[in-house]
Antibody, heavy 122, light 108 residues
Framework: QVQLQESGPGLVEPSQTLSLTCTVS??????????WSWVRQPAGKGLEWIGH???????NFNPSLKSRVAMSMDTSRNQFSLRLSSVTAADTAIYYC??????????????WGQGTLVTVSS | SYVLTQPPSVSVAPGETARITCGEN??????VHWYQQKPGQAPVLVIY???DRPSGIPERFAGSNSGNSATLTISRVEAGDEADYYC???????????FGGGTKLTVL
């Protein structure tokens, strides 16, 4: 059974960089045609896709966040990571990692990590 | 670019049938996926490829997609089905997902 687990600081100061890691168990992030994704959800609001990374290293980001986002993979640790720079209070949210699979034109997310709350505050 | 429109809320009595719609022009030409998110929990995939159910999802959950609307149908609704439900498609031209705004299902 594939499981994903987010980790990282729960509190980040404004203008600093948010860094999160997703550890995958039960499957290798190096196998298959999956994309490894980050999705966030502000309190009481809907789901917002942040971006994803393929094992090839190819990334794609939400245009509204693209200038501040970076993603990477560490296959030796079976992890992938998110960095979001210059954070503001608007970046306060629950951050989920998820695996997307399907074809190049039809993809869905399964499974999801349990999520981690990141608060941006001084 | 896609904009998926869901009703903010749907209410149904226990044992009845709930229908949650996801609208977009010609959405029938896309594959729609559905997620259930209970309070304080991560989303869970309940329908993919319009109407397929992942293992472990009850047969009470069914999906359909045609024309300008996709529908998640939950039969014999139980109190435990109370949750937010999100539809999702993949925008292949931009290689990114699009989520609906979510529908809160209340079991009366």
């Amino acid at each position: 059974q594939v499981q994903l687990q987010e980790s990282g600081p729960g509190l980040v100061e404004p203008s600093q960089t948010l860094s999160l890691t997703c550890t995958v168990s039960g499957a290798s992030i190096s196998s298959g045609t999956y994309s490894w994704s980050w999705v966030r959800q502000p309190a009481g609001k809907g789901l917002e896709w942040i971006g994803h990374i393929y094992i090839s290293g190819t990334t794609n980001f939400n245009p509204s966040l693209k200038s501040r986002v970076a993603m990477s993979m560490d296959t030796s640790r079976n992890q992938f990571s998110l960095r979001l720079s210059s954070v503001t209070a608007a970046d306060t949210a629950i951050y989920y990692c998820a695996r997307a699979h399907g074809s190049t034109s039809i993809r869905w997310f399964d499974p999801w990590g349990q999520g981690t709350l990141v608060t941006v505050s001084s | 670019s896609y904009v998926l429109t869901q009703p903010p809320s749907v209410s149904v009595a226990p044992g009845e049938t709930a229908r949650i719609t996801c609208g977009e022009n010609n959405i029938g030409s896309k594959s729609v996926h559905w997620y259930q998110q209970k309070p304080g929990q991560a989303p869970v995939l309940v329908i993919y490829y319009d109407s397929d159910r992942p293992s472990g999802i009850p047969e009470r959950f069914a999906g359909s997609n045609s024309g300008n609307s996709a529908t998640l149908t939950i039969s014999r609704v139980e109190a435990g089905d109370e949750a937010d439900y999100y539809c999702q498609v993949w925008d292949s031209s931009s290689d990114h997902p699009v989520f609906g705004g979510g529908t809160k299902l209340t079991v009366l």
